[in-house]
C-alpha cells in the first residue's frame, strides 16, 4: 500500500521494497594442494613442494604476479605427476576476503622463491581461512632461505638464474599470522572430523 501510495505522488518506491535480501552466508570448502617439485629430500628440512589453495574448485597461488585465481589446480599442470588434495576444512570465509585480507602482503613482484613463496602464503592463507598452519615438512624452501649460505650449492644447481629479491628480504610469516590473529574480522570455521583440534567457529558473514 506505501509503495502505491508513493508512486501516486511521483515519489520513490521505498527501501525496503527494492534492497534485495542479503546473501545467506555458506560454508566452503578449503583444500591444500602440493605438487612435488622434484628437489631430492634434504634431511633435517624435508621437501620441497609447490603449493596452493582451493575454497571449493577455485585456485588461489602466490607467483611473481601477486595471487592468482584459477578454476581448478591449474597452477600444478607444469609439474609431473598427480597433485596431492589435502582437505583442511571449512570456512565461511571467501575468496574475495582472502584477497582483500592478504593482497597487500603478498602483493606483485614480491616473490621469492627461498624467502617469500608460494608455501608462504599457502601458509597464510590457511590459517586465515581455518586457523591451521601448513606442515613443516613441506617447508624446505623456507628453511634453505633460512639458511641460504649453508646450502648455496643446492639452491645453484636446482634453482639456476636464482636472485634474492631485496623486496622479500624483510618478509616475515609469523608477523601476518600475528596481524590475522588481531584483527577482529577473521572468521573460520573447521570440522572436528577433520582435524585432532577441537571444532571452532567465529560466526561471521563475508564475501
Given amino acids: 500500500m506505501q509503495d502505491w501510495f508513493n508512486q501516486l505522488l511521483g515519489l520513490e ?3 525496503s521494497s527494492t534492497q534485495p535480501a542479503p546473501a545467506p552466508s ?8 602440493l605438487s612435488d617439485m622434484g628437489v ?5 628440512l624435508g ?3 609447490h603449493s596452493s589453495i582451493m575454497i571449493d574448485s577455485l585456485e588461489y597461488e602466490f607467483g611473481p604476479q601477486g595471487i592468482k585465481r584459477s578454476n581448478g589446480p591449474k597452477s600444478h599442470e607444469r ?3 598427480r597433485p596431492e588434495f589435502i582437505e583442511m576444512g571449512y570456512s565461511m570465509v571467501g575468496g574475495t576476503a582472502l584477497m582483500q585480507r592478504l593482497g597487500d602482503d603478498f602483493a606483485p613482484n614480491t616473490y621469492d622463491l627461498l624467502h617469500k613463496n608460494c608455501n608462504t602464503f599457502s601458509d597464510c592463507a590457511l590459517y586465515f581461512l581455518v586457523g591451521r598452519r601448513m606442515d613443516d615438512q613441506y617447508r624446505a624452501l623456507e628453511k634453505i632461505g633460512q639458511t641460504l649460505n649453508e646450502y648455496t650449492s643446492i639452491v645453484s644447481a636446482f634453482f639456476r638464474g636464482y636472485k634474492p629479491n631485496p623486496r622479500a628480504q624483510c ?5 601476518v599470522i600475528d596481524s590475522i590473529q588481531g584483527a577482529p574480522s577473521t572468521g573460520y570455521m573447521y570440522s572436528a572430523a577433520q582435524s585432532s583440534k577441537p571444532a571452532l567457529l567465529r560466526a561471521r558473514t563475508v564475501p
Fill in 47 to 49: 621437501k620441497a613442494v
Fill in 40 to 44: 631430492p629430500y634434504i634431511p633435517g
Fill in 79 to 81: 609439474f609431473a605427476g
Fill in 171 to 175: 618478509f616475515q610469516t609469523q608477523c
Fill in 13 to 15: 518506491p521505498s527501501q
Fill in 26 to 33: 555458506r560454508r566452503r570448502k578449503i583444500t591444500l594442494v
